[in-house]
Antibody, heavy 120, light 112 residues
Framework: EVQLVESGGGLVQPGGSLRLSCAAS????????MHWVRQATGKGLEWVSA???????YYPGSVKGRFTISRENAKNSLYLQMNSLRAGDTAVYYC??????????????WGQGTLVTVSS | QSVLTQPPSVSGAPGQRVTISCTGS?????????VHWYQQLPGTAPKLLIY???NRPSGVPDRFSGSKSGTSASLAITGLQAEDEADYYC????????????FGGGTKLTVL
């Protein structure tokens, strides 16, 4: 059974940093592109970052230069290093598996999410 | 402002049919990129409902169907059930601004 379990969320002050983790199991982690998607309370979904099987990374303009996605295949783990955090980054952060390695593919499995709150 | 536009809410009585639209542009849906749909029940993570415009993952009832035409896509739900009450999101890819995965703003389905 595919499982994605996020951790590392919490309360952080504006300008601070936080590192999220996503533990994957039930599939060959190294063979899949992985993504982070966030959702502010009562709002819609927003794509945050992606990492390919070769370690190539992608970000939208809203987080580029502040967030860094990485993976450690030996530990079946995905990470999101978030720096220079702003109030607007407050959200539940989900890790999600890309179904296939094609731009715009669907996300066939999602974690339960971890809440990040940026506030003083 | 989402790149893909969905109605904020739709409603229907049990047993009825409802549709949710997802309108994009020539840089996303109109460029030929696939549209996918997710269902998000209250307090839970999104769940893949339709992929590749019209395909259902294993376990998704055939009451759910998707279609795409031009710069728009639609999700149809027939035989509406109380358990279908949820938020629904469309997703695609946009080739502008260095490429990006884009979502619709979401549609709240209320079963009357």
């Amino acid at each position: 059974e595919v499982q994605l379990v996020e951790s590392g969320g919490g309360l952080v002050q504006p300008g601070g940093s936080l590192r999220l983790s996503c533990a994957a199991s039930g599939f060959t982690f190294s063979s899949y592109d992985m993504h982070w998607v966030r959702q502010a309370t009562g709002k819609g979904l927003e794509w945050v970052s992606a990492i390919g099987t070769a370690g190539d990374t992608y970000y939208p303009g809203s987080v580029k230069g502040r967030f860094t996605i990485s993976r450690e295949n030996a530990k079946n783990s995905l990470y999101l290093q978030m720096n220079s955090l702003r109030a607007g980054d407050t959200a539940v952060y989900y890790c999600a598996r890309a179904a296939i390695a094609v731009a715009g593919t669907d996300f066939d499995y999602w974690g339960q999410g971890t809440l990040v709150t940026v506030s003083s | 402002q989402s790149v893909l536009t969905q109605p904020p809410s739709v409603s229907g009585a049990p047993g009825q049919r409802v549709t949710i639209s997802c309108t994009g542009s020539s840089s996303n849906i109109g460029a030929g990129y696939d549209v996918h749909w997710y269902q998000q029940l209250p307090g839970t993570a999104p769940k893949l409902l339709i992929y590749g415009n019209s395909n259902r993952p294993s376990g998704v009832p055939d009451r759910f169907s998707g279609s795409k035409s031009g710069t728009s896509a639609s999700l149809a739900i027939t035989g509406l059930q109380a358990e279908d009450e949820a938020d629904y999101y469309c997703q695609s890819y946009d080739s502008s601004l260095s490429g990006s995965i884009v979502f619709g703003g979401g549609t709240k389905l209320t079963v009357l």
